[in-house]
């Protein structure tokens, strides 16, 4: 029989991280610190909302760019929180989930052998993202020494005459890190210069823990150049109601909004009632979640500090990327004997890319009671390897 299967899909990788919970669900008692999904529940009103556009019936398609109600909001929240001017009529788009926003804007913008430019250790998604489209993703490695931020010089090192865009996504998973205004005016002149554009993946910009989050579109000369995406997954606890949204120049939206519209019809019209109502009178909900994360972030770098495991302080997001390379053990056999031995789940590094190596994921996404138990064992199990190296 002819072969039913794209070469282009056979050849992308399955998530690294899916590996880990699979064995996990396996076991008993195992902790895991593993899964980027926020343990609070949606906030009630937010879920009453949501609630109560089904009890009115409001179960139709919405327009496909999403509720103007909702769109309108959007700007109105951009603007406040990120100086961010953006058209709900022409320059807003409602997705499902930030990813299909991703996913919507390499297709609209990438043709075949353009090159896009992916920092890592990264999310997971960008890179086959690129595949999909028929692009060329192009990988630069992130230092630790710089704290995973993206520097000028790092950047001008990679572009060619096919660079057509970079992705740039901070507060960063998995690293934690971010980028200060002084990093993206250094990063939007080399933008500028080289006449390409942005992809700014700003999911986590609620989740900065030093300073505001600071989006590179506000910077002058950016605007026109940047497709800036969010969601409400992690600021208002909304996973699995699966809603983002992409915002950008009017030209690049069109074309998004047509794909879109052949792949998808529109956004889950519940969900975008919901949205309705946490950008309207969630922002002390935002600023609760945010603390709570804080309070975790720090009882966890306190925690490394004290069984000698080295880790940069990053300041965004809820994940911590511990370095392990003085253990001798590659990341996948670190996190791998972890699981075995004191049954705690974590992501190994190279999951977000090859220069991963040598550090682990760890997500402070859960009680502090959960990451006690968990802390105690990793303590225990890296006292162990310390002893045999002894």
């Known amino acids: 029989m002819r072969n039913p299967l794209s070469k282009k899909v056979t050849e992308i990788k399955p998530s690294g991280i899916r590996k880990f919970f699979d064995i996990a669900s396996e076991m008993e008692d195992v902790v895991s610190l593993g899964v980027g999904e926020p343990?609070?529940?949606?906030?009630?009103?937010?879920?009453?909302?949501?609630?109560?556009?089904?009890?009115?019936?409001?179960?139709?398609?919405?327009?496909?760019?999403?509720?103007?109600?909702?769109?309108?909001?959007?700007?109105?929240?951009?603007?406040?929180?990120?100086?961010?001017?953006?058209?709900?009529?022409?320059?807003?788009?409602?997705?499902?989930?930030?990813?299909?926003?991703?996913?919507?804007?390499?297709?609209?913008?990438?043709?075949?052998?353009?090159?896009?430019?992916?920092?890592?250790?990264?999310?997971?998604?960008?890179?086959?993202?690129?595949?999909?489209?028929?692009?060329?993703?192009?990988?630069?490695?992130?230092?630790?020494?710089?704290?995973?931020?993206?520097?000028?010089?790092?950047?001008?090192?990679?572009?060619?005459?096919?660079?057509?865009?970079?992705?740039?996504?901070?507060?960063?998973?998995?690293?934690?890190?971010?980028?200060?205004?002084?990093?993206?005016?250094?990063?939007?002149?080399?933008?500028?210069?080289?006449?390409?554009?942005?992809?700014?993946?700003?999911?986590?910009?609620?989740?900065?823990?030093?300073?505001?989050?600071?989006?590179?579109?506000?910077?002058?000369?950016?605007?026109?150049?940047?497709?800036?995406?969010?969601?409400?997954?992690?600021?208002?606890?909304?996973?699995?109601?699966?809603?983002?949204?992409?915002?950008?120049?009017?030209?690049?939206?069109a074309q998004m909004t047509k794909i879109h519209q052949f792949a998808i019809m529109c956004a889950p019209t519940t969900s975008q009632y919901a949205a309705v109502e946490a950008l309207k009178k969630g922002d002390n909900d935002v600023v609760q979640m945010r603390e709570a994360y804080n309070q975790r972030r720090r009882y966890l770098m306190h925690a490394f500090k004290e069984m000698g495991l080295p880790c940069f302080e990053p300041f965004g997001a809820f994940y911590v990327f511990p370095c392990i390379k003085e253990f001798g053990l590659s990341s996948e056999e670190f996190a791998m004997r972890l699981l075995e031995e004191e049954h705690v789940a974590v992501v190994p590094g190279t999951a977000f890319g090859a220069c991963g190596e040598g550090f682990l994921r760890i997500s402070y996404a859960y009680s502090i009671e959960d990451l006690k138990v968990a802390l105690e064992r990793m303590s225990r199990f890296i006292a162990k390897l310390k002893k045999q190296d002894a």
């Open 39 to 253: 343990d609070f529940d949606t906030p009630w009103h937010v879920r009453d909302e949501g609630i109560y556009s089904l009890e009115k019936g409001r179960t139709f398609y919405t327009s496909n760019s999403g509720l103007k109600e909702l769109r309108v909001e959007i700007s109105r929240y951009l603007k406040r929180r990120c100086s961010l001017t953006y058209d709900p009529m022409h320059e807003i788009l409602v997705t499902v989930g930030g990813s299909e926003g991703i996913d919507l804007a390499l297709r609209a913008m990438l043709d075949p052998g353009d090159e896009v430019l992916i920092p890592e250790p990264c999310y997971v998604s960008y890179l086959p993202c690129v595949q999909l489209a028929d692009g060329v993703p192009v990988t630069i490695e992130l230092k630790a020494e710089n704290e995973f931020r993206l520097t000028k010089e790092e950047l001008l090192e990679h572009i060619t005459d096919k660079t057509k865009l970079l992705v740039l996504p901070f507060p960063n998973n998995p690293t934690g890190a971010v980028m200060r205004r002084e990093d993206l005016e250094a990063i939007a002149e080399v933008i500028i210069e080289k006449d390409i554009y942005v992809l700014s993946d700003e999911i986590y910009s609620e989740l900065t823990y030093q300073g505001d989050h600071v989006s590179i579109a506000s910077l002058p000369g950016m605007w026109e150049r940047t497709l800036t995406i969010n969601g409400f997954s992690k600021s208002y606890a909304m996973t699995g109601w699966r809603l983002g949204y992409i915002c950008g120049p009017q030209e690049i939206v």
